[in-house]
């Protein structure tokens, strides 16, 4: 036999080690198998997994002062959105009007908050409406398979193709309104599609994956499979997507209202409150400026969640 | 075969006929994952099912189960055509044959606790009250080797090896007769795979299971199965008890992919025992006409390019499907 | 025999939310011209991560080559090489081959032109002549009519194909180490015999040193000439094939040898199975790795970590079997554990 070694490396060869350390004590007790590390939850993993997301964090912190502000906002100065005040048309920002005040003497301050009212309204309402019928369609196409599935799929495509200005235009001559309602209505009508094609894709993936099959053959019926296992799983891409869906929402209605497609007089949006002050933009720019500001903050915020929702979610990144 | 013929029909669980399984690819093309199968499972035996990777073993086995429908022929359960079921018959059916996946990642709801995921087909099956149910559930986890605080974990918080024993609970949870093993061991480490086998036999020991196991490991299958049978691009093409299979293999196929099995012995030359086969397996879309192994068989003859041998009992209780294993099986050197 | 690849005292760890993961924990090897050296252990034994940290394939700062860590391939320190001299290295020096054929090959190039990438960005020659050499690629790693085929896209070839063209990329330009990965984990059985004879065929024409990073015993026994067996970021036992497979001396080598289930057993006897999992390895696991898990284990195994025992000048082990306290044992096949 080769030279003993035994007393080199981590132990000191000075060292005597106790004669009974050498019997034999055999393995651990394995019968249970515990665990180690402690229990984490998906959406406490999640969690943790997005605070580490500061940007993400930052746009969450904003958007819930954005949510405070449009609650309280109009009252916090004690000047009403629709107040005309003769004696103080145009004005900067003052002690005062905080914010100015614009063409009518109405402040600005209140308005902008009463306008984030109406846009951020708009945008959730929109991206639930669009969320739930696109989760129904996509659904059902996915589900059903063959061809519900074709046909439903064409259907969304032909919709996808109409640009959507045309049908706003088409709505408000039909509904010879100006309503938030028929405004949602417009934007709605073909806002659902993209959902339904990324929660088909989504459900058509799941429907293959081993848990559902599984779920099959223990003879689970197809409603609850659906509800217990299809619907939970999607539900990171349907949240992720709703994030995207709000800003856009946002978006398109400003772009309405600056058309002069929008929300009427005396209510009012950031787009509305954009579209009238561009007339007098160059004299008095901060009328713009509020609003337009409001509008690149909100959908920013928005983006930037949704990019840290995308990265916490996704099960792939779990560990 | 000293049984009756009478005795040995009641005796089997599972009676396969003429099974074919293709899928459409597109408008033209048409996979034929199983195609005329006939095979038989024994009540209480385990049944292994070998094969390369897309030679229709897997959908074999989950058409067994009525996880997909089949093309043509008859699956029969208990003497029952499990196609023809539906309703309460059905739900009966899918109580008594379970399936075990091969993805231990893929196979678990993440979003689901252990407990949820295990009781899943208690639910279907049977009326426990939660209490019951959480002891059934215990209990369960006991048999499988965990303990009972893995009811409150997900499964992303355990290892391969111990979401594999979840996948079998899951299966155990509606005291099934009959569950398919779909390479239930491929996806782990060598030291785990030994844990799940024996787990495995002993679960059919204690409740007189049988089992289809699935898989690619040769050495494996020899261990858990009673009877063999090896498929071939859709194909069965030998089916023969344990020891007949691997002591003495008749199709040429079956001789290969055993030789191909390396051992652990470093004296060994493996080179010289092994057959090696030329090419790989040729797509399942297309599928050669007459033997579908004579591109990569070098006894191939004429024969074999124009008609599709049968499977046919060479010996007794020793099914091949091969034109010329009688006399490649006398005069091996010769018919090169 | 000619060194050409020597690690010392390689740690290697993982950043994570719970901690830090100590996935290599003081690996020392050399590898010599030539030769095969394959590293045998579970998932999560640190073996592939070992593999990876020799190219500096691992992305800082989640994982971490730390301090004192040595790599020297030839004489050259390969852990402060900057971008440039890593580049050379990497394909010229040493190269490597995965798991998984489909996932490493780039879906929407042609093969042909995947090899000759490799072969422009090193040898510095016309496309012309590179696509002469990657012809020349193919044919050497057996792909039928190599003329052909490369102009083909990776999804037109089977796995076996596949992993044969990256054997192909992996040998553009003659390095001297390759690294395969799991090579044949992703293969059917009749493929896997395929793709090791390529390889052994590949070492003797080419004299590449190959590191064969592995599950798999039976591989090992045909193909490798040293082995040294990993588990929980170490390495317990190393030494020639023969010294592994005849007179392994570390339990858990035994355990390794004797759950591989063989055609010559009994069926449906209980397999030898080894209990639990292995450790988690954010632990800090100052005593022997696997003494939770091992039959022999004694109480200093759970206090101390053993030192490397000499038993010839290629056969080393570490377990405390092998101090003149410990009681004797038997090997797995029946053997003195303790000379």
Request: hydrophobic share 40%.
């Given at each position: 036999?080769?030279?003993?070694?035994?007393?080199?490396?981590?132990?000191?060869?000075?060292?005597?080690?106790?004669?009974?350390?050498?019997?034999?004590?055999?393995?651990?007790?394995?019968?249970?198998?515990?665990?180690?590390?402690?229990?984490?939850?998906?959406?406490?993993?999640?969690?943790?997994?997005?605070?580490?997301?500061?940007?993400?964090?930052?746009?969450?912190v904003v958007l819930a002062v954005m949510v405070v502000m449009v609650i309280i906002g109009p009252h916090l100065n004690g000047i009403a959105f629709e107040e005309i005040d003769q004696d103080a048309l145009n004005q900067g920002p003052s002690a005062e009007h905080w914010f100015g005040t614009d063409n009518l003497g109405r402040d600005l301050f209140s308005r902008v908050w009463q306008a984030g009212r109406v846009s951020i309204a708009i945008g959730i309402a929109g991206a639930l409406i669009s969320t739930v019928v696109g989760c129904i369609y996509g659904g059902i196409?996915?589900?059903?398979?063959?061809?519900?599935?074709?046909?439903?799929?064409?259907?969304?495509?032909?919709?996808?193709?109409?640009?959507?200005?045309?049908?706003?235009?088409?709505?408000?001559?039909?509904?010879?309104?100006?309503?938030?309602?028929?405004?949602?209505?417009?934007?709605?009508?073909?806002?659902?599609?993209?959902?339904?094609?990324?929660?088909?894709?989504?459900?058509?993936?799941?429907?293959?994956?081993?848990?559902?099959?599984?779920?099959?053959?223990?003879?689970?019926?197809?409603?609850?499979?659906?509800?217990?296992?299809?619907?939970?799983?999607?539900?990171?891409?349907?949240?992720?997507?709703?994030?995207?869906?709000?800003?856009?929402?946002?978006?398109?209605?400003?772009?309405?209202?600056?058309?002069?497609?929008?929300?009427?007089?005396?209510?009012?949006?950031?787009?509305?409150?954009?579209?009238?002050?561009?007339?007098?933009?160059?004299?008095?720019?901060?009328?713009?400026?509020?609003?337009?500001?409001?509008?690149?903050?909100?959908?920013?915020?928005?983006?930037?969640?949704?990019?840290?929702?995308?990265?916490?979610?996704?099960?792939?990144?779990?560990? | 075969?000293?049984?009756?013929?009478?005795?040995?029909?009641?005796?089997?669980?599972?009676?396969?006929?003429?099974?074919?399984?293709?899928?459409?690819?597109?408008?033209?093309?048409?996979?034929?994952?199983?195609?005329?199968?006939?095979?038989?499972?024994?009540?209480?035996?385990?049944?292994?099912?070998?094969?390369?990777?897309?030679?229709?073993?897997?959908?074999?086995?989950?058409?067994?189960?009525?996880?997909?429908?089949?093309?043509?022929?008859?699956?029969?359960?208990?003497?029952?055509?499990?196609?023809?079921?539906?309703?309460?018959?059905?739900?009966?059916?899918?109580?008594?044959?379970?399936?075990?996946?091969?993805?231990?990642?893929?196979?678990?709801?993440?979003?689901?606790?252990?407990?949820?995921?295990?009781?899943?087909?208690?639910?279907?099956?049977?009326?426990?009250?939660?209490?019951?149910?959480?002891?059934?559930?215990?209990?369960?986890?006991?048999?499988?080797?965990?303990?009972?605080?893995?009811?409150?974990?997900?499964?992303?918080?355990?290892?391969?090896?111990?979401?594999?024993?979840?996948?079998?609970?899951?299966?155990?949870?509606?005291?099934?007769?009959?569950?398919?093993?779909?390479?239930?061991?491929?996806?782990?480490?060598?030291?785990?795979?030994?844990?799940?086998?024996?787990?495995?036999?002993?679960?059919?020991?204690?409740?007189?299971?049988?089992?289809?196991?699935?898989?690619?490991?040769?050495?494996?299958?020899?261990?858990?199965?009673?009877?063999?049978?090896?498929?071939?691009?859709?194909?069965?093409?030998?089916?023969?008890?344990?020891?007949?299979?691997?002591?003495?293999?008749?199709?040429?196929?079956?001789?290969?992919?055993?030789?191909?099995?390396?051992?652990?012995?470093?004296?060994?030359?493996?080179?010289?025992?092994?057959?090696?086969?030329?090419?790989?397996?040729?797509?399942?879309?297309?599928?050669?006409?007459?033997?579908?192994?004579?591109?990569?068989?070098?006894?191939?003859?004429?024969?074999?390019?124009?008609?599709?041998?049968?499977?046919?009992?060479?010996?007794?209780?020793?099914?091949?499907?091969?034109?010329?294993?009688?006399?490649?099986?006398?005069?091996?050197?010769?018919?090169? | 025999?000619?060194?050409?690849?020597?690690?010392?005292?390689?740690?290697?760890?993982?950043?994570?939310?719970?901690g830090e993961v100590k996935a290599v924990r003081g690996v020392s090897f050399e590898l010599n011209k030539g030769e095969t050296l394959a590293f045998v252990g579970e998932s999560g034994c640190g073996k592939t991560v070992t593999a990876k940290a020799i190219l500096r394939l691992l992305k800082p700062p989640f994982a971490e080559i730390k301090e004192g860590s040595q790599i020297l391939y030839q004489g050259r320190d390969v852990v402060h090489m900057d971008k440039k001299a890593l580049s050379s290295y990497r394909g010229e020096e040493v190269s490597m081959i995965f798991?998984?054929?489909?996932?490493?090959?780039?879906?929407?190039?042609?093969?042909?032109?995947?090899?000759?990438?490799?072969?422009?960005?090193?040898?510095?020659?016309?496309?012309?002549?590179?696509?002469?050499?990657?012809?020349?690629?193919?044919?050497?790693?057996?792909?039928?009519?190599?003329?052909?085929?490369?102009?083909?896209?990776?999804?037109?070839?089977?796995?076996?194909?596949?992993?044969?063209?990256?054997?192909?990329?992996?040998?553009?330009?003659?390095?001297?180490?390759?690294?395969?990965?799991?090579?044949?984990?992703?293969?059917?059985?009749?493929?896997?015999?395929?793709?090791?004879?390529?390889?052994?065929?590949?070492?003797?024409?080419?004299?590449?040193?190959?590191?064969?990073?592995?599950?798999?015993?039976?591989?090992?026994?045909?193909?490798?000439?040293?082995?040294?067996?990993?588990?929980?970021?170490?390495?317990?036992?190393?030494?020639?094939?023969?010294?592994?497979?005849?007179?392994?001396?570390?339990?858990?080598?035994?355990?390794?040898?004797?759950?591989?289930?063989?055609?010559?057993?009994?069926?449906?006897?209980?397999?030898?199975?080894?209990?639990?999992?292995?450790?988690?390895?954010?632990?800090?696991?100052?005593?022997?790795?696997?003494?939770?898990?091992?039959?022999?284990?004694?109480?200093?195994?759970?206090?101390?970590?053993?030192?490397?025992?000499?038993?010839?000048?290629?056969?080393?082990?570490?377990?405390?079997?092998?101090?003149?306290?410990?009681?004797?044992?038997?090997?797995?096949?029946?053997?003195?554990?303790?000379?």
């Open positions: 036999m080769a030279e003993e070694t035994m007393g080199m490396g981590p132990i000191p060869k000075e060292e005597p080690i106790p004669k009974e350390k050498f019997t034999v004590i055999g393995t651990d007790d394995f019968s249970g198998d515990l665990i180690a590390r402690p229990q984490v939850s998906y959406w406490a993993d999640a969690w943790r997994r997005f605070r580490q997301n500061k940007i993400a964090l930052v746009a969450l196409a996915a589900y059903f398979g063959g061809w519900v599935d074709t046909i439903l799929m064409r259907i969304v495509e032909v919709l996808f193709s109409i640009p959507y200005l045309l049908i706003v235009i088409l709505i408000s001559v039909i509904t010879d309104s100006r309503s938030i309602f028929s405004l949602m209505l417009a934007l709605t009508l073909t806002g659902w599609c993209n959902t339904a094609r990324l929660v088909r894709g989504q459900m058509l993936q799941l429907k293959n994956q081993e848990f559902v099959l599984a779920a099959q053959a223990l003879g689970v019926s197809p409603w609850k499979i659906i509800l217990k296992h299809m619907l939970p799983n999607t539900m990171s891409v349907i949240l992720v997507a709703i994030t995207f869906d709000i800003p856009n929402y946002i978006f398109s209605e400003a772009f309405l209202s600056y058309l002069g497609l929008g929300i009427a007089a005396p209510n009012t949006s950031w787009g509305a409150l954009c579209s009238a002050a561009q007339q007098t933009f160059a004299f008095y720019p901060y009328q713009m400026f509020f609003p337009a500001l409001l509008i690149a903050l909100t959908m920013l915020s928005f983006t930037l969640l949704g990019d840290g929702l995308r990265d916490a979610l996704d099960p792939k990144l779990r560990k | 075969m000293s049984e009756t013929n009478t005795a040995r029909q009641t005796d089997n669980i599972i009676e396969v006929t003429d099974l074919c399984k293709y899928f459409r690819v597109s408008r033209k093309a048409t996979l034929k994952a199983v195609d005329h199968v006939n095979l038989t499972i024994r009540r209480g035996e385990t049944l292994g099912l070998v094969g390369e990777s897309g030679c229709g073993k897997t959908t074999c086995g989950r058409t067994m189960i009525r996880l997909y429908n089949p093309t043509s022929g008859t699956v029969k359960f208990n003497g029952q055509d499990i196609s023809k079921l539906s309703g309460k018959e059905l739900l009966q059916f899918k109580k008594n044959a379970q399936i075990i996946f091969q993805d231990p990642y893929a196979s678990l709801d993440p979003r689901m606790t252990i407990g949820e995921i295990i009781s899943e087909g208690m639910n279907v099956h049977f009326h426990y009250s939660e209490e019951e149910k959480r002891q059934r559930v215990n209990d369960l986890l006991h048999r499988v080797g965990l303990s009972q605080d893995y009811a409150n974990r997900f499964a992303h918080e355990l290892s391969g090896g111990q979401r594999q024993r979840i996948g079998i609970a899951r299966a155990l949870a509606v005291e099934p007769q009959f569950i398919v093993c779909d390479e239930p061991i491929s996806a782990l480490d060598v030291s785990i795979q030994a844990q799940v086998v024996n787990l495995l036999i002993k679960l059919q020991r204690e409740d007189q299971l049988t089992y289809l196991f699935i898989s690619h490991d040769l050495a494996m299958v020899k261990h858990i199965s009673d009877r063999v049978g090896v498929m071939y691009l859709g194909n069965l093409v030998e089916l023969s008890s344990n020891v007949a299979l691997y002591d003495h293999p008749l199709h040429p196929y079956t001789k290969a992919l055993i030789s191909a099995i390396p051992t652990a012995d470093p004296e060994e030359d493996m080179s010289a025992r092994q057959i090696k086969l030329e090419g790989e397996v040729p797509s399942p879309i297309n599928p050669p006409e007459g033997c579908r192994f004579r591109q990569r068989c070098r006894y191939a003859c004429d024969r074999c390019a124009q008609e599709t041998p049968a499977l046919r009992e060479v010996k007794p209780g020793h099914f091949v499907a091969c034109h010329r294993c009688e006399e490649l099986d006398e005069h091996p050197e010769e018919n090169q | 025999m000619e060194q050409i690849l020597e690690v010392k005292d390689l740690h290697v760890s993982f950043n994570t939310y719970a798991q998984d054929p489909m996932t490493s090959l780039n879906p929407t190039m042609k093969i042909g032109k995947q090899i000759m990438e490799s072969l422009r960005i090193h040898k510095h020659i016309s496309k012309q002549e590179a696509r002469k050499e990657a012809i020349e690629l193919l044919r050497l790693v057996n792909i039928p009519s190599p003329e052909t085929r490369v102009d083909s896209y990776p999804h037109e070839l089977s796995g076996g194909m596949r992993q044969r063209v990256m054997i192909a990329i992996a040998l553009a330009c003659s390095p001297n180490i390759l690294i395969a990965d799991e090579p044949t984990t992703a293969l059917d059985v009749t493929i896997q015999i395929q793709i090791m004879d390529l390889l052994k065929d590949l070492k003797t024409k080419l004299g590449t040193a190959i590191i064969l990073v592995t599950h798999d015993l039976g591989v090992v026994a045909n193909f490798a000439d040293r082995v040294q067996v990993m588990y929980a970021g170490q390495v317990l036992e190393r030494g020639t094939t023969k010294e592994i497979f005849e007179d392994s001396r570390h339990p858990y080598t035994w355990a390794l040898l004797s759950s591989v289930p063989t055609l010559a057993k009994e069926s449906k006897q209980e397999l030898y199975a080894l209990k639990g999992t292995p450790p988690d390895l954010i632990l800090p696991l100052n005593h022997c790795p696997f003494a939770a898990r091992c039959e022999h284990c004694m109480q200093i195994c759970k206090e101390r970590n053993p030192a490397e025992t000499v038993l010839s000048e290629t056969h080393r082990v570490s377990c405390w079997l092998q101090h003149p306290d410990a009681p004797r044992t038997l090997t797995f096949n029946g053997k003195e554990a303790r000379s």
